[in-house]
Every structure is written in structure tokens, then in C-alpha cells.
């Protein structure tokens, strides 16, 4: 069964940054969609970034100009790459995958099938 392992996470100050990586015991190909989902304490968990199977990039609207995402297929690695962080972005983190071949091209926020155990971010003002 697949694993996915996410590590990067830290207390960070306001205005820091912290790259996330997500690694899977299989593999990331181009016909799998890639997100990471944040969930704030009280909240529930939200997609922020994704990557679909066209290799396009988005981005919920609060982190959309300070969050990248991208992926290295060889290195099984999905990454995340946040910076100017605020106090809201404190969460637990995880990454998310569908299986291979699910849809083609935008990914609904219900296709994720594989999910690791989350790691935490805490952003202190």
C-alpha cells in the first residue's frame, strides 16, 4: 500500500519561510493530481496548492503569491515552498494524491486517494 511522508515542518517567525516535501513509497507520474491540504486548529482541512495532470500549478487565494508547489517525479517528491508567513498559515499539513489515470487535466477537490499523516506549521506574529 502506499505511503506518503511528509517532513518540513517547524515553528517559524512571521515572515519566514519553510519548504515542505511529500515523498511516496510508489511513484508521481503526470497523470496524477498532487495537493496539499492545510488544516487550522477548529478549522477543517482546505486544499491550498495543487498540481494537476497538465503540470499546472494553483493555488488557493490566501497563499496564492507566497506558496509554490512543485514537483520532482525521479525523486518521488512533492514540494512546498511557503514564504512570508503569516499566524494564519499555522495548521497541519498534508499531501494528497489520486491514483494514477483518476481524471485528466483540473482536479476535483474529491479525487485524492492517498494521503500522508500531516506535518505541523506554526507561525508565531
Known amino acids: 500500500q502506499e505511503q506518503l511522508v511528509e517532513s518540513g515542518g517547524d515553528s517559524v517567525q512571521a515572515g519566514g519561510s519553510l519548504r515542505l516535501s511529500c515523498t511516496t513509497s510508489?511513484?508521481?507520474?503526470?497523470?496524477?493530481?498532487l495537493a496539499w491540504f492545510r488544516q487550522a486548529p477548529g478549522k477543517e482541512r482546505e486544499r491550498i496548492a495543487g498540481i494537476d495532470t497538465n503540470g499546472n500549478s494553483k493555488y488557493e487565494n490566501d497563499v496564492k503569491g507566497r506558496f509554490s508547489t512543485s514537483k520532482d517525479n525521479a525523486k518521488k517528491t512533492l514540494y512546498l515552498q511557503m514564504n512570508s508567513l503569516k499566524p494564519e498559515d499555522t495548521g497541519m499539513y498534508y499531501c494528497a494524491a489520486s491514483i494514477t489515470g483518476a481524471v485528466s487535466g483540473s482536479c476535483p477537490r474529491g479525487v485524492y486517494r492517498v494521503w500522508g499523516q500531516g506535518t505541523q506549521v506554526t507561525v508565531s506574529s
Open positions: 510508489w511513484y508521481f507520474d503526470d497523470n496524477r493530481c
